[in-house]
């Protein structure tokens, strides 16, 4: 056994072997899938827009237009990741989380600077370069990080995308505990954009070694190995659960005791840390069992494997050059079946990423818009900054909430039922157009049942877009097509958002200013409307756009359910049994030519997703 030892050196001996099992977790999947929790939840300070846009909009004499109009770069910087995408397809992931730790110190940074008057008044759009570049780190971590999960567990993706971005949804409630505890309750959400700025860069740095993608073989491979790891995960959920419980108790509590000491920031802050770190428990325990597990034995088939690795390689690559662009834009609009790996320019061009990318537009533009101005809503009707505070806090509970029940649940319909996976985001959709409704028609206490639909929703829409995308279109080329599903979050965030919301919040504001005689706005006065009507045939269009969204996802169910049917995931059972090839890889049609049969498609790569991107 691996601890055994003897001899008058056996303290020695511990200690050796201690430090072995120690590498040998840290070096492991788990340590790294928990690697990439962290990330994940310092990866989310998009989602508290709501909290510091006051400081923004107060210190630099921003209408709501404007203030939404950086609102919309910041979307457009969190959700446009072709880049770190494009980078992850050709670099270790490694590459993609040191650039966006880069970014993000110094969009973040140069907003603190600017809303703490350190420096001059920047411009309007020197703060949305500013904004966007902060915002971009996010999808530099998304693909470094999430990418990589997804692809060491395939067989699990819904469930991996779920916790994942469980835990950016749960990044808004942890940046706002940690920021009250450093910062102080009372702070105006300034000093939040500096904790925004280092935290989540620091992290990012300190955790690039481990994110890698690693295969899964030999004894990990089993049927018994495959039962711990679905434990494992709902462990993981637990953990996640408590964390959120923890995290909603503490805002409840907050808000209601007045004048709640320093101190007590102090112990939540280091409770709340306990908590965020408790999965290390579950990491060391599944590494323990595989690294007690005696070695597999050697394949046999390597050999003949690798030779027909190289063979198809030397055939791929020994066609003549003038035929490869030819090929490529051939192949543009014949692309293979569902489920296979769509090369990037057949994924993009496919009535399936169309009709998926026009209902993510209405999805996730209306509920975004909703949550980037829950400070503005509750400031409309009279709640103190205190509140709102909490309340954007909340939201992001919700969106926890959303994320891990559609990662979950949509995985088990799945396997139980074969429903299609775009069926839920139908049903979320359709919640999601009631939420609007309470905010438009301005129902008494509406905006807290609002808040947690419209949270949960927006968090459910993310982890099924993407798993979507990986089942339909395969995961050879994921890193990219990953990255283009969420640039529709930036577009219906423009159109809803700038063009709908924020133009008819300003002109509200002015209509009030005139009636009180104080003269027409103009730019940079301080619009400040107050009232239902400042949101409320906002919310009427975004609910109709957002009913559109229903509509269009429910054709999608209906052109794939045929697909979903069938066995989506058999393919890397067959590449783990066959020797442990990499989780997301398509080396599974190299197997199948060593046994005899004819298929297409060459090996991956072997690690940090490098490569040539092919198109």
Known sequence: MAFGVSGPGSGDGVAAAATRFGAHVVRGRWFMFFASILIMAAAGGTYIFGIYSKAIKTSLGYDQQTLNTLSFFKDVGANVGVLPGLINEVTPPSVVLAGGAAMNLAGYLMIYLAVSGRTTRPPVWLMCLYIAVGANSQSFANTG??????KNFPEDRGVV?????????????????LYRA?????????????LMAWLPAAISLLFIPTIRIMPRGGAASGADARRRERKAFFYFLYASIVLAVYLLVMNVVELEVVGFPKPAYYVTATVLLLLIFFP?????KQELNTYLQPPPPPPTTTTTTNSTVDEKKEHDGGGGEDDKPVACMQDMFRPPARG??????????SVDMAVLFVATICGIGGTLTAIDNMGQIGQSLGYPQRSISTFVSLVSIWNYAGRVAAGFGSEYVLAAYKLPRPLALTAVLLLATAGHLLIALGVGNGLYA???????????QWPLLFAIISEVFGLKYYSTLYNFGAVASPVGSYILNVRVTGHLYDREAERQLAAAGGGGGGAGRDLTCAGVRCFRVSFFIIAAVTLLGTAVSLLLAWRTRKFYRGDLYGKFREVAMAGGEEGGARQVKVDDEASGSSGG???????????????
């Open 601 to 615: 498609g060459g090996g991956d790569k072997d690690g940090g997703g490098n490569g040539t991107t092919k198109v």
């Open 145 to 150: 990080a999430l990418v990589t999960a997804v």
């Open 161 to 177: 995308l779920g916790l994942l971005k469980g835990f950016v949804g749960l990044s808004g409630a942890i940046f706002t505990q």
């Open 340 to 349: 296979e790996d769509y090369t990037i320019l057949q994924a993009l061009f």
């Open 280 to 284: 290390l428990v579950i990491v060391v």
């Open 182 to 194: 450093i910062y102080g309750a009372d702070d105006d959400g300034a000093s939040l954009v500096l």
């Open 450 to 460: 609002a808040s947690v639909i419209l949270g949960f929703c927006f968090g459910a």
